[in-house]
């Protein structure tokens, strides 16, 4: 079974502004590309994607970045019923954002590393796999 990986916002938003991480952001996503993992994001997640990315660079800007995260091969992840239990779930016992809670628990339900630079995560260290951008 290929490793797999779920990118937060924060990692997709550090990568196109070239910040802190933006470096591991993209090794990652080469090896995704390359089909060495498994990579996806959660479709509220995506949502804060193209919601930054268009406050940012305006509408064309933010199509640019979500046709990217599709041909880059990053699978999108539906905010399902059991999905929206489970993030529901997490935010119910976590001091996270409700976006948060539904990219930790799309990594909890597909046994995946999050990637992510957020220190709302924290409080789910050893809970749910976490690779730190640094």
Do not use: C
């Not at 779930?89 to 930790?104: G, Q, R, W, Y």
Request: avoid cysteine.
């Amino acid at each position: 079974m290929k490793k797999a990986v779920v990118f937060d916002a924060y990692a997709i938003i550090s990568y196109l502004k070239d910040e802190v991480g933006a470096k591991t952001v993209g090794r990652t996503l080469k090896d995704v590309v390359g089909g060495k993992l498994h990579g996806s994001i959660n479709a509220v997640n995506l949502a804060e994607v193209y919601y930054i990315t268009r406050r940012i660079g305006g509408e064309g800007y933010a199509d640019q970045v979500v046709n990217s995260l599709h041909e880059w091969g990053l699978e999108i992840i539906p905010a399902d019923h059991q999905l929206a239990l489970k993030a529901g779930e997490i935010k119910a016992v976590a001091p996270l954002s409700l976006a948060d809670a539904f990219a930790a628990v799309t990594a909890q339900l597909q046994e995946a590393t999050l990637l992510t630079g957020d220190p709302d995560f924290h409080v789910l260290e050893g809970k749910i796999k976490i690779q730190w951008l640094e």
